[in-house]
C-alpha cells in the first residue's frame, strides 16, 4: 500500500478522516474538483447538498478508477461547499456516506473543507478534488 492514514499522538482523532497521510508510492494521481454532474453534464440534485455530495463523492471515484486508482489510494481531499455554516455538515456526511457505501469504500484520508461564495455555476452547491499515490 502506497499510503499510511494516522492520527499522531497530540492531535484530535477525527471520527470522519485521519490527520496525516504518510506516502511511499511513487506516481500521484490529481482529481481536478468534481462537482454534482452525471455522465452527460447534467447536474444532479440541484438544491439538495446531500445529493450532489452523494454524485460528486461519486465522480471523484470515476475519475479514480480511470487512473487506476480507488478511495484507498487517496492521500487528500479538499471539498468546496457553497455558502457553508455548520448546521449543513449533516447533509454533507450524508451524501459522502451514500456514496462511500455505494463504492465499498471508507473516507478516511485527510479532508480540508472550504466554504465559498460560489462555484462555476449556480446550482452546483459542493465541489470535491483528491489527491492520490499509487505505487
Known amino acids: 500500500m502506497a499510503?499510511?492514514?494516522?492520527?499522531?499522538?497530540?492531535?484530535?482523532t477525527?471520527?470522519?478522516?485521519?490527520?496525516?497521510?504518510i506516502?511511499?508510492?511513487?506516481?500521484?494521481v490529481f482529481v481536478a474538483g468534481q462537482v454534482a454532474w452525471d455522465a452527460d453534464g447534467v447536474t444532479v440534485g440541484e438544491g439538495d447538498l446531500a445529493a450532489q455530495a452523494e454524485q460528486c463523492y461519486?465522480?471523484?471515484?470515476?475519475?479514480?478508477?480511470?487512473?487506476?486508482?480507488?478511495f484507498d489510494d487517496v492521500a487528500k481531499l479538499t471539498v468546496y461547499v457553497v455558502d457553508w455554516t455548520p448546521d449543513k455538515m449533516p447533509l454533507?456526511?450524508?451524501?459522502?456516506?451514500?456514496a462511500a457505501a455505494r463504492l465499498g469504500a471508507t473516507p478516511v484520508a485527510p479532508a480540508?473543507?472550504?466554504?465559498?461564495?460560489a462555484l462555476d455555476i449556480p446550482e452546483h452547491l459542493i465541489?470535491?478534488?483528491?489527491t492520490a499515490i499509487l505505487d
Open 23 to 28: 506516502a511511499s508510492g511513487s506516481r500521484m
Open 127 to 130: 465541489e470535491i478534488e483528491a
Open 92 to 98: 454533507l456526511l450524508a451524501g459522502i456516506s451514500r
Open 3 to 12: 499510503l499510511t492514514l494516522v492520527n499522531p499522538d497530540g492531535l484530535p
Open 112 to 117: 480540508t473543507l472550504v466554504g465559498v461564495a
Open 14 to 21: 477525527i471520527d470522519v478522516y485521519r490527520q496525516v497521510a
Open 58 to 70: 461519486l465522480n471523484v471515484g470515476t475519475a479514480l478508477a480511470g487512473a487506476g486508482a480507488s
